[in-house]
């Protein structure tokens, strides 16, 4: 089975303020990460994505994320925020070893607010 | 490039009438596409896998008689929300996987469909 855990509802950080948004993942073996963002009223818009590789992986709009195998994690990381950062953050997994099965397994997102 | 256009985006409705909602692929083809449901500030729920040229899979507890899929050609798979009742109201969203792409490839996201049942 696959699964994705976002153990925060919500991040508020200042606008020029680092911004990071967890995320943990199960999967059997080695996985593949997504992050995307989510605007009100919108479709998710993709961010960036782990295969395999580099740990440090970038994105659009100035994002990174770090995958940590012995931690099981996908943190979702920008140096400095902006206020049009603020959104709704999903992470998500695909186990690989799932021939022809391309179903993603979602976070619960996280509400991302920069205030100015 | 990618691009996955969703029609309508918005639909307000009386009880009792069915809806149709498109999901395009516009620059690329989709032998896969996924209808997934959101309700307000939570995550997305899969309702099904939509398979171009065969039946689609839905996922467990998604009635197959309420929520049809057509998946006729390699762009275009529709959901039809069948005698829509006020607790289907929701955003829709579909996203769609690109054939020649590899299996790493991101899927590409429409911008949903607000449904409100009256």
């Known amino acids: 089975a696959q699964s994705v855990a976002q153990p925060e509802d919500q991040v508020n950080v200042a606008e020029g303020n680092p911004l990071t948004v967890k995320c943990t993942y199960s999967?059997?073996?080695?996985?593949?990460l997504f992050w995307y963002v989510q605007y009100p009223n919108r479709g998710l818009q993709f961010l960036l994505k782990y295969i395999t590789g580099d740990n440090l992986v970038k994105g659009s709009y100035g994002f990174e994320a770090e995958f940590n195998k012995s931690q099981t994690s996908f943190h979702l990381k920008k140096p400095s925020a902006l206020v049009s950062d603020s959104a709704l953050y999903f992470c998500a997994v695909r186990d690989p070893s799932k021939t022809n099965d391309y179903k993603l397994s979602f976070g619960a997102g996280t509400t991302v607010t920069v205030r100015a | 490039g990618a691009v996955v256009s969703q029609h309508p985006s918005r639909v307000i409705c009386k009880s009792g009438t069915s809806v149709k909602i498109e999901c395009r692929s516009l620059d690329f083809q989709a032998t896969t596409m996924f209808w997934y449901r959101q309700f307000p500030k939570q995550s997305l729920m899969l309702m099904a896998t939509s398979n171009e040229g065969s039946k689609a899979t839905y996922e467990q507890g998604v009635e197959k008689d309420k929520f049809l899929i057509n998946h006729a050609s390699l762009t275009l798979s529709t959901l039809t929300v069948t005698s829509a009742h006020p607790e289907d109201s929701s955003f829709y969203i579909c996203s769609a996987r690109d054939r020649t792409g590899y299996s790493n490839q991101p899927q590409h996201f429409g911008d949903g469909t607000r449904l409100s049942i009256l």
């Open positions: 999967v059997s073996g080695n996985p593949y």
